[in-house]
């Protein structure tokens, strides 16, 4: 079982639509967590750390649930530019220290 | 404006060669990270340093090399011992380890030919 998962999609959706994803991991000590954007042959941009409480940032709001190991991000009102690859990403111990344990990535494909 | 800048783009290596990537930053950050991408997996972690002339292994060392002479840079070397190294390869950094983000290079895609 991989440590970081996530459904790779690709969820086609329409524009305007609200849209959700989830990640699971199987770490119960990991500390801290993040969703990150990829666009095609780019680098990966941080979108959004996720707090116990979740958080919102415009239209995008990441909810963690530390006790079914999950966390997920829902993005409202989409746009055409919001096509990407969605990372999930899991600060998890590892021998003595920690380490960003990275999901392969979920494809959001919006339509017009 | 601080950032960090990886060199070459895009890199060609024959059987047989070493190559080095560049990775140099400019944002004061301790600690910088070598990974790995490849098609439909997540990132995988070459190389970590969090403090200048410390430098610890990741999962998939095996076939690469790095040395942190500056805070600024982290060189990583692809040896001709890495059977595979077709790949994207991106490095980062960050102010810590535990609950920070990281800020990426640009990456350098490598190509066996």
């Known amino acids: 079982r991989k440590e970081v998962e996530q459904d790779p999609g690709p969820f086609n959706v329409p524009e305007g639509a609200t849209v959700a994803f989830n990640c699971t991991y199987s770490?119960?000590?990991?500390?801290?967590f993040f969703w990150y954007r990829q666009d095609c042959r780019k680098e990966p941009k941080l979108l959004m750390s996720?707090?116990?409480?979740?958080n919102e940032d415009g239209r995008f709001t990441a909810q963690l649930n530390r006790a079914s190991q999950y966390i997920s991000l829902l993005i409202r009102d989409s746009k055409l530019s919001d096509s990407a690859t969605y990372l999930c990403?899991?600060?998890?111990?590892?021998?003595?220290?920690?380490?960003?344990?990275w999901g392969a990535g979920t494809k959001l494909i919006i339509k017009p | 404006d601080g950032g960090i800048t990886q060199s070459p783009k895009y890199l060609f290596r024959k059987e047989g060669q070493n190559v080095t990537l560049s990775c140099e930053q400019n944002?004061?950050?301790?600690?910088m990270y070598w990974y790995r991408q490849d098609p439909g997996q997540g990132l995988r972690l070459i190389y970590y340093?969090?403090?200048?002339?410390?430098?610890q292994k990741g999962d998939i060392a095996e076939g690469y090399s790095v040395s942190r002479e500056k805070k600024e840079s982290f060189p990583l070397t692809v040896t001709s011992a890495q059977k595979n190294p077709t790949a994207f390869y991106l490095c980062?950094?960050?102010?810590?380890?535990?609950?920070?983000?990281?800020?990426f290079g640009s990456g350098t895609r490598l190509t066996v030919v």
């Open positions: 980062a950094s960050s102010k810590g380890v535990v609950n920070y983000g990281y800020t």
């Open positions: 944002l004061n950050h301790d600690a």
């Open positions: 340093s969090q403090i200048v002339n410390d430098f």
């Open positions: 770490n119960s000590a990991s500390q801290s």
């Open positions: 996720v707090y116990s409480s979740g």
């Open positions: 990403v899991v600060n998890s111990p590892r021998d003595s220290n920690y380490q960003l344990i």
